[in-house]
Nanobody, 127 residues
Framework: QVQVVESGGGLVQAGGSLRLSCAAS????????MGWFRQAPGLEREFVAA????????YYADSAKGRFTISRDNAKNTVYLQMNSLKPEDTSVYYC????????????????????WGQGTQVTVSS
């Protein structure tokens, strides 16, 4: 089992920045992929960014490209999401998720490619 815990959410003005962190614990040696998703009230959960734990390949939603950066610190078992140029439409609960090697070859922009989910952290961007 793997546990993931998000932190770093908060309130920021439009144009500002936030960095979210996601700390993984437990059987982290079995991790293959980690990602960030978000869900706003009344909307479906949507993919934001993903990273392959070994190798570091990254993937982004179109809405995140050029503004958000996903990175990892293998020694700390932590994934980060640096969010710049935030917009009010980025307001959501952001969820961190982790996947096992069984997800190799799967599209990492879908929730089906993840086995473990955090509780979420609220990000609110004011206009």
């Amino acid at each position: 089992q793997v546990q993931v815990v998000e932190s770093g959410g908060g309130l920021v003005q439009a144009g500002g920045s936030l960095r979210l962190s996601c700390a993984a614990s437990g059987r982290t040696g079995s991790l293959f992929n980690m990602g960030w998703f978000r869900q706003a009230p009344g909307l479906e959960r949507e993919f934001v960014a993903a990273i392959v734990w070994h190798g570091g390949s990254t993937y982004y939603a179109d809405s995140a490209k050029g503004r958000f950066t996903i990175s990892r610190d293998n020694a700390k078992n932590t994934v980060y999401l640096q969010m710049n140029s935030l917009k009010p439409e980025d307001t959501s609960v952001y969820y961190c998720a982790a996947g096992s090697p069984i997800n190799y070859g799967r599209n990492l922009d879908t929730g089906a490619a993840y086995d473990y989910w955090g509780q979420g952290t609220q990000v609110t961007v004011s206009s």
